[in-house]
């Protein structure tokens, strides 16, 4: 499953959304999806021709805080002793070109570029060694966050779960290693964040094989792995870009929810 470097995205294009292999500037549609047995139906469209989506749709996002520690030193904490986890609702996802909407009862909404984890196959109590066998590969998210929120309500729930509060994207990049995967956040054009995973304080097989001893996850879900330094807020008609050489670049842009 790991060893071939694929790009699986998830489009819409004629009104019907599909799965395809993403190569060079074409994707071509597989069936049914790349969660096991695929294949291409031989359907191919230049990529500028679809909408990208949300690259899944995930039965949960787990979320681990305080995973860098530069982050927790811009906080001024230390980073936790064990992974500190929660969750976002699938109802906050939203794709690439997706607007990040700010409700109007906060006034501090920060942006948080993540590396996030794409599970593969159903995981229940796996062990660190045998976790990457668990992962279809790697996209990118945005952990929105009403910091002001966060900070008076003392657990996250409202501060992350907002609508349009997870965008992800552009699409699941496959068979790259866990350890050396860089991450930029810009905002309008402004470099903010730039970090990579080898700066985790719990690497990526330990995060899974850690959440699959709480929880079981499902094929499809998301590890966001949490935020290096560098988060601030977003105003309206701010553009936000999530980057990683590895990956790809998931764009959003800012407006007020309605
Ligand atoms: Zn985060």
Not at 164 to 175: I, R, S
């Given at each position: 499953?790991?060893?071939?470097?694929?790009?699986f995205a998830r489009f819409e294009t004629e009104g019907i959304v599909r799965w395809?292999?993403?190569?060079?500037?074409?994707?071509?549609?597989i069936l049914p999806n790349p969660f096991g047995a695929y294949s291409p139906t031989g359907l191919i469209w230049p990529l500028k021709k679809v909408r990208l989506l949300a690259p899944v749709l995930p039965s949960k996002i787990v979320a681990v805080g305080v995973n860098y520690a530069d982050h927790a030193k811009e906080f001024g904490k230390a980073p936790p002793?064990?992974?500190?986890?929660?969750?976002?609702p699938p109802s906050a996802v939203i794709g690439p070109?997706?607007?990040?909407?700010?409700?109007?009862?906060?006034?501090?909404?920060?942006?948080?570029?993540?590396?996030?984890?794409?599970?593969g196959r159903r995981a229940r109590n796996?062990?660190?060694?045998?976790?990457e066998k668990y992962i279809l590969?790697?996209?990118?998210?945005?952990?929105?966050?009403?910091?002001?929120?966060?900070?008076?309500d003392g657990?996250?729930?409202?501060?992350?779960?907002f609508d349009t509060f997870a965008p992800l994207g552009p699409w699941v990049m496959c068979g790259i290693p866990s350890r050396k995967i860089t991450l930029q956040t810009?905002?309008?054009?402004?470099?903010?964040?730039?970090?990579?995973?080898?700066?985790?304080?719990?690497?990526?097989?330990?995060l899974v094989s850690h959440i699959s001893h709480v929880m079981t996850l499902e094929p499809g879900d998301i590890i966001s792995t949490g935020t290096p330094a560098g988060v601030g807020p977003l105003q309206s008609g701010d553009r936000v870009e999530i980057r990683s050489p590895e990956i790809g670049r998931l764009i959003n842009t800012v407006g007020n929810r309605k």
């Amino acid at each position: 499953m790991k060893t071939l470097k694929k790009c699986f995205a998830r489009f819409e294009t004629e009104g019907i959304v599909r799965w395809g292999l993403v190569a060079g500037l074409l994707v071509e549609e597989i069936l049914p999806n790349p969660f096991g047995a695929y294949s291409p139906t031989g359907l191919i469209w230049p990529l500028k021709k679809v909408r990208l989506l949300a690259p899944v749709l995930p039965s949960k996002i787990v979320a681990v805080g305080v995973n860098y520690a530069d982050h927790a030193k811009e906080f001024g904490k230390a980073p936790p002793p064990i992974p500190l986890l929660f969750l976002k609702p699938p109802s906050a996802v939203i794709g690439p070109g997706d607007v990040i909407e700010k409700p109007a009862v906060s006034h501090q909404v920060d942006f948080e570029g993540e590396i996030a984890v794409v599970i593969g196959r159903r995981a229940r109590n796996i062990s660190r060694a045998a976790a990457e066998k668990y992962i279809l590969g790697y996209t990118l998210m945005n952990d929105v966050t009403a910091r002001d929120l966060q900070r008076t309500d003392g657990q996250w729930s409202r501060a992350k779960g907002f609508d349009t509060f997870a965008p992800l994207g552009p699409w699941v990049m496959c068979g790259i290693p866990s350890r050396k995967i860089t991450l930029q956040t810009y905002v309008n054009g402004r470099r903010r964040q730039s970090s990579s995973t080898q700066q985790l304080v719990f690497d990526i097989p330990t995060l899974v094989s850690h959440i699959s001893h709480v929880m079981t996850l499902e094929p499809g879900d998301i590890i966001s792995t949490g935020t290096p330094a560098g988060v601030g807020p977003l105003q309206s008609g701010d553009r936000v870009e999530i980057r990683s050489p590895e990956i790809g670049r998931l764009i959003n842009t800012v407006g007020n929810r309605k």
